[in-house]
Structures are given as C-alpha cells and as structure tokens.
C-alpha cells in the first residue's frame, strides 16, 4: 500500500501565529488527498479535499480563509492553520486514496498555548 | 450528505466473548464501509473492508455484515483478546473517496 508521511509529528505554538503542516505521500502519485481533524476523544471530521493543482474543496463549516491547503504536486499537500487559536488544537491527520482504500498519514498533533 | 451513526459508545466485554459494533449510514450512494482500529494518537488501522456488492465478509477472528436496504453494518469481533481493546470506527464511502466516520466506539476487553 502506499506510505503517507506527516511532518511535524507534534507542534506547539503561541496564539496568534500560524502552523504548516505537510502531507506527503513517499511512494504514490496522489491528485487528490483528504484531511482530517480528530479532537481528543472524537472521531475524525473531514476538513476538506485537497486537489493538484486546483482549489481545495471545503467542507461546510470550515473556513477557508483559516486553514490554507496547497497541493502543489502529486506527492505533497500542506496544511496552514492561520492565526491558530486554543480551540484549533487538534489532532491533523491526512489520508490518499490508494486503489481500495484510504492510506492514512501517521498524523499531528498541534497544540496552541 | 452522508451520515453514520454508531452504537455503542462503549463496550466492555470478558477475553473470550464476542463483540459486535453496529453503523447505520444515510446515503445509498455509499458503496464502501471500512472499519478502522484507533489506539491513543495513532492513525487509524484498516481491519477489515466491505463493498456493496458483498453482504458479508470474515477475515479470521473479525468479520463485517452489510444490509443495503436497510443501510445497516456491523462489525463482529469474536474470541475478544485484551489487545483488541482500542476505539473502533466505521466508515461510509462513495467509490472509495472521502470517507464519513462514524462517532466511534471504546473497547475494552478485559483478562
């Protein structure tokens, strides 16, 4: 199957600044990758679908303008969290399709202070 | 759009017994209903797939059920060992494309 890296494994930041976290898929060509947030004890919401070369697709209720997704080449999509706050801690996880199922990344756990 | 619902929440069983978590999903376009293993901040781990072509699926101790009329799945664990104790997840999907979780539930299995 394919193997989805994510870096940073773990952030911790001040309020106010903004996180970039990278999705990258080490062995499979991916146009389209999904990402993930799962607050503690809940289950994982899809944010949005990330697509190359062309505008992520947002799911309703997350803004966009808040958290940027650039998927520049099949192999890499970012992340930013802008202007994180508290209540985006979170854990961020990202997953591709491969074939028959879903390849997830190891995730990121951000924490804003 | 698609929605999954799962019972239960929690589920404590003795090492040995049977378990079985159960999903219901809104959507008759879904055709893809993965289940997944959690264990704290980790990703999730497939287990065990179903297609909507198939109404069940075993994979030695683990085996998934799929009632398409009445968009119902299960998934059934028997001869519960401890380390199967983590947080099960069920999944709805079109065409293997985003997936829809369900809200998740705690096993413990205990010695």
């Known amino acids: 199957g394919a193997v989805v890296s994510q870096h940073p494994s773990w952030v911790i930041c001040k309020s106010g600044t903004s996180v970039k976290i990278e999705c990258r898929s080490l062995d499979f060509q991916a146009t389209t990758m999904f990402w993930y947030r799962q607050f503690p004890k809940q289950s994982l919401m899809l944010m949005a679908t990330?697509?190359?070369?062309?505008?992520?697709?947002?799911e309703q209720g997350v803004e966009k303008d808040k958290f940027l997704i650039n998927h520049a080449s099949l192999t890499l999509s970012t992340l930013t969290v802008t202007s994180a706050h508290p209540e985006d801690s979170s854990f961020y996880i990202c997953s591709l399709p491969g074939g028959n199922e879903q390849f997830f990344g190891p995730g990121t756990r951000l924490t804003v202070l | 759009g698609e929605n999954v619902e799962q019972h239960p929440s929690t589920l404590s069983v003795q090492e040995g017994d049977s378990a079985v978590i159960k999903c219901t999903y809104s959507d008759s376009a879904s055709n893809y209903f993965p289940w997944y293993k959690q264990e704290l901040g980790k990703r999730p781990q497939l287990i065990i797939d179903?297609?909507?072509?198939?109404g069940e699926k075993k994979d030695q101790r683990i085996a998934v059920t799929l009632n398409k009329t009445a968009k119902h799945f299960s998934l059934h664990i028997t001869e519960t060992q401890p380390e199967d104790s983590a947080v099960y997840f069920c999944a709805a999907s079109e065409s293997f494309q985003k997936l829809v979780f369900g809200t998740g539930t705690r096993l413990l299995v205990s010695p």
């Open positions: 179903i297609r909507s072509n198939v």
């Open positions: 990330s697509n190359e070369g062309s505008k992520a697709t947002y």
